[in-house]
């Protein structure tokens, strides 16, 4: 069996074990249940409010950040579907509503507070909830809300809606009447809001443990820092070349301050790491203010933006500070002193943004690497690429090898441009992989 044959079938199995979870309730509704059915529409709003509220379940464990999860899509991928299914879960209870209302007016009475006061509060403030969720994770930031706040409403709601949720079913009865129905159903959303408890409890106790400091921050450029860390007595993190680790710069990891930054340090070097951070966002912005021996806990590894050992060689389309995983790639290979033939096509608007340069010159004399670099807006002199990354400018330096892997990470824009492209070279899906550096 080949490796694309083996990523089809897991791909398979994880999108049958998904839809499997999201329509389990439909099934368990009809067992043991001998009252007759009602009208089509009210049977049908019940089943989008049952999936509805496994949907929202299933994002706890979607966002748990574990690895059996994280390792099989990736960061984005579970970005992505995090927020689709969110989207998608919003859609199923409004729809929820409107079919039991449109199939039977007299349902209005559940948000009647006439009768009965805490059901109708209940209610009217889960929609309201749900109303909120979708409002701050699709305009976070017009709303001025910083990541942290944001993070802890997000949470706070889901898990208001979610049980506000449990207990309507419970109350209602109508297909959740047995003690076994019961059972099942709050144990099955005790497991969902455990996820979260375990990333908000159980993961902070362990980094816990496991602390790191800062040993140095370096300039690379105007705006573009270093920070190198240090294990703090034990013997530090191993990681794959090209994954991200979440970070805090705490006294405590009980923090909601975790933010995203890949490796940019070889995977050789597991007792001292490197992340390269631009100044922007609420972390970013005082990564230059960190002193030497300030505390810093790491979770991680996360992430599958990593070269296969399969791979023939290996395409890089890199986009401004999108160049942090893959300069990991690169010194990672540096010191196997890999031959495999590489090609990166960096995109930056000026010269001054180029981060790496100088080294990126050197690695070309060691690696089989080439280097393009394509600026938006060069200086007179300048020799090489101009204007941005394109199709015609990536099939000017595509590299033609069987079993060759492509990576971009860059601003969303030019990841849609590259990913099509790429895809209409007919390269496998499994053999493209994307990391987004925005998604918070």
Partial sequence: MTLQQRYR???????????????????????????????????????????????????????GRFRW?????????????????????????????AFLLISNPEN???????????RALALIAALTSLTLILVTSNWRLPLGLCYERWLLIHGLLSLFVVFIGLVHILQVGFYVS?????????????????????VRLVKPWQLARRPYKVNRIERELEGVWTMVVQANGHGGMRFKSGQF???????????????????SSSDSAFGELAFTIKEEGDFGAGIKRLNPGAPVYLEGPYGVFTLSEDATGAFFVAGGIGITPIMSMLRSLRDRRDRRPLVLIYGNSDIDGIVFREELETLQQVLNLEVTHVLEDPPADWQGETGYIDA?????????????????CAPGVLMDVVETTIAGWGVPTRRIKSERFDFV
């Fill in 108 to 118: 209005i009475s559940y948000f009647d507070p006439r009768e009965n006061l805490p």
């Fill in 69 to 97: 999860v994280a390792g099989m899509f990736g960061a984005d991928a579970k970005l992505q579907l995090h927020r689709f299914a969110g989207i998608a879960a919003g859609c199923l209870i409004l729809g929820h509503v």
């Fill in 245 to 263: 680790a979440w970070i805090s710069v705490k006294k405590t990891p009980f923090t909601l301050q975790k933010n995203p930054y890949s490796f």
């Fill in 392 to 408: 015609d400018l990536m099939e000017k330096h595509r590299l033609c090898r069987e079993g060759c892997e492509y990576f971009v």
């Fill in 9 to 63: 079938i897991k791909v398979v199995l994880w999108t049958g074990l998904y839809i499997s979870l999201l329509t389990a309730p439909l099934f368990f509704a009809r067992m043991g249940h001998e009252e007759p059915s009602r009208n089509f529409g009210t049977e049908f709003g019940v089943a989008l409010g049952f999936m509805a509220l496994a949907m929202m379940s299933l994002q706890f464990m979607v966002t």
């Fill in 178 to 198: 047995t003690r076994g129905q019961q059972v099942l159903w709050s144990l099955a959303t005790a497991i969902a809001m455990g996820f979260l408890l375990h």
